[in-house]
């Protein structure tokens, strides 16, 4: 990407970005086994009637692309397209990437740093817990700006209700609803995604999937999918333990309830696909 704006003279706070997880190995790891999850459940890594034109030879952006883990998936299977992923940590970017993949640093709160109309498919998943109302504006409309008319836009993002929940369980994700809307996000922000997409004026075609992904129950799926979610509320441990009032081992007793309570009460998880195309 031999236009795109030089902002390392940019200083930013990652505070200000909101991402809830520590960086480091654990959340590496815990992100790996998401993306994992995630391509078993949908069967592929996006939704978006795109696979023809990756195939030929596109231009392809992801939107806090974290550790890459979408980005080398996608390079290998489609050679002959180009692949960035931009985030605002970078340290943790795969040291060693393909020819078709590259990354660069830079916060998506200033702006996209590419020109208009760069990229054939622009994808994002999981910023939900990063960003506020107004951001989310702001983002789309900067997706908007930088993907080539006919090109493809695709969104994904964590449901956060759980179905059939015990109340433990309940109570955990009340207590982070909580804390994310101190933080000034709205953890539901997935039900207006569409709505923000149409009223730019200029995508059709807005489409929205979901997959309901069993927590603890239903084979290695399920026990992937609840390990996975377990480590993300341990690694909000302290926050919970603040907004709680409670002990680290009282913290400790109500994560580890999950187990039980998944199983008993049958409860799932959903995740939310919104693709269109730009006029």
Same mark, same amino acid.
Not at 173 to 193: Q, R, T, W
């Given at each position: 990407? *031999?236009?795109?704006?030089?902002?390392?003279?940019?200083?930013?706070?990652?505070?200000?970005?909101?991402?809830?997880?520590?960086?480091?190995?654990?959340?590496?790891?815990?992100?790996?086994?998401?993306?994992?999850?995630?391509?078993?459940?949908?069967?592929?890594?996006?939704?978006?009637? !795109?696979?023809?034109?990756?195939?030929?030879?596109?231009?392809?952006? *992801?939107?806090?692309?974290?550790?890459?883990?979408?980005?080398?998936?996608?390079?290998?299977?489609?050679?002959?397209?180009? %692949?960035?992923?931009? *985030?605002?940590?970078?340290?943790?970017?795969?040291?060693?990437?393909?020819?078709?993949?590259?990354?660069?640093?830079?916060?998506?709160?200033?702006?996209?740093?590419?020109?208009?109309?760069?990229?054939?498919?622009?994808?994002?998943?999981?910023?939900?817990?990063?960003?506020?109302?107004?951001?989310?504006?702001?983002?789309?409309?900067?997706?908007?700006?930088?993907?080539?008319? @006919?090109?493809?836009?695709?969104?994904?993002?964590?449901?956060?209700?759980?179905?059939?929940?015990?109340?433990?369980?309940?109570?955990?994700? *009340?207590?982070?609803?909580? %804390?994310?809307?101190?933080?000034?996000?709205?953890?539901?922000?997935?039900?207006?995604?569409?709505?923000?997409?149409?009223?730019?004026?200029?995508?059709?075609?807005?489409?929205?999937?979901?997959?309901?992904?069993?927590?603890?129950?239903? @084979?290695?799926?399920?026990?992937?999918?609840?390990?996975?979610?377990?480590?993300?509320?341990?690694?909000?441990?302290?926050?919970?333990?603040?907004? !709680?009032?409670?002990?680290?081992?009282?913290?400790?007793?109500?994560?580890?309830?999950?187990?039980?309570?998944?199983?008993?009460?049958?409860?799932?998880?959903?995740?939310?696909?919104?693709?269109?195309?730009?006029?």
């Amino acid at each position: 990407m *031999d236009k795109y704006q030089d902002i390392s003279n940019i200083n930013f706070s990652v505070e200000e970005f909101r991402y809830p997880f520590p960086s480091g190995k654990s959340e590496i790891n815990r992100s790996e086994v998401q993306h994992g999850i995630i391509k078993y459940v949908w069967q592929g890594n996006f939704s978006a009637d !795109m696979d023809e034109k990756l195939k030929k030879g596109i231009r392809t952006l *992801d939107i806090g692309c974290g550790y890459g883990s979408w980005i080398s998936d996608m390079a290998q299977t489609y050679p002959l397209s180009t %692949f960035i992923g931009i *985030d605002i940590v970078s340290r943790y970017f795969p040291k060693d990437t393909l020819p078709n993949a590259g990354y660069l640093e830079c916060n998506i709160l200033n702006g996209l740093p590419f020109p208009d109309e760069t990229f054939d498919f622009v994808y994002q998943r999981f910023l939900w817990s990063s960003l506020t109302e107004e951001q989310w504006t702001f983002i789309i409309g900067e997706i908007v700006r930088v993907t080539k008319k @006919g090109g493809a836009i695709e969104l994904m993002e964590f449901e956060m209700k759980l179905t059939n929940s015990g109340p433990k369980t309940a109570l955990l994700f *009340d207590v982070s609803e909580k %804390f994310f809307a101190l933080k000034g996000v709205n953890p539901h922000i997935i039900s207006k995604i569409p709505i923000m997409l149409q009223s730019t004026g200029k995508l059709s075609n807005i489409q929205c999937k979901q997959e309901t992904i069993p927590l603890g129950w239903g @084979g290695k799926l399920g026990e992937l999918a609840l390990r996975n979610l377990k480590s993300g509320f341990a690694a909000g441990k302290s926050k919970l333990m603040q907004l !709680m009032n409670k002990s680290s081992e009282e913290c400790d007793a109500l994560i580890n309830a999950l187990d039980k309570e998944a199983e008993e009460y049958k409860t799932c998880m959903k995740h939310v696909r919104i693709f269109c195309k730009k006029d």
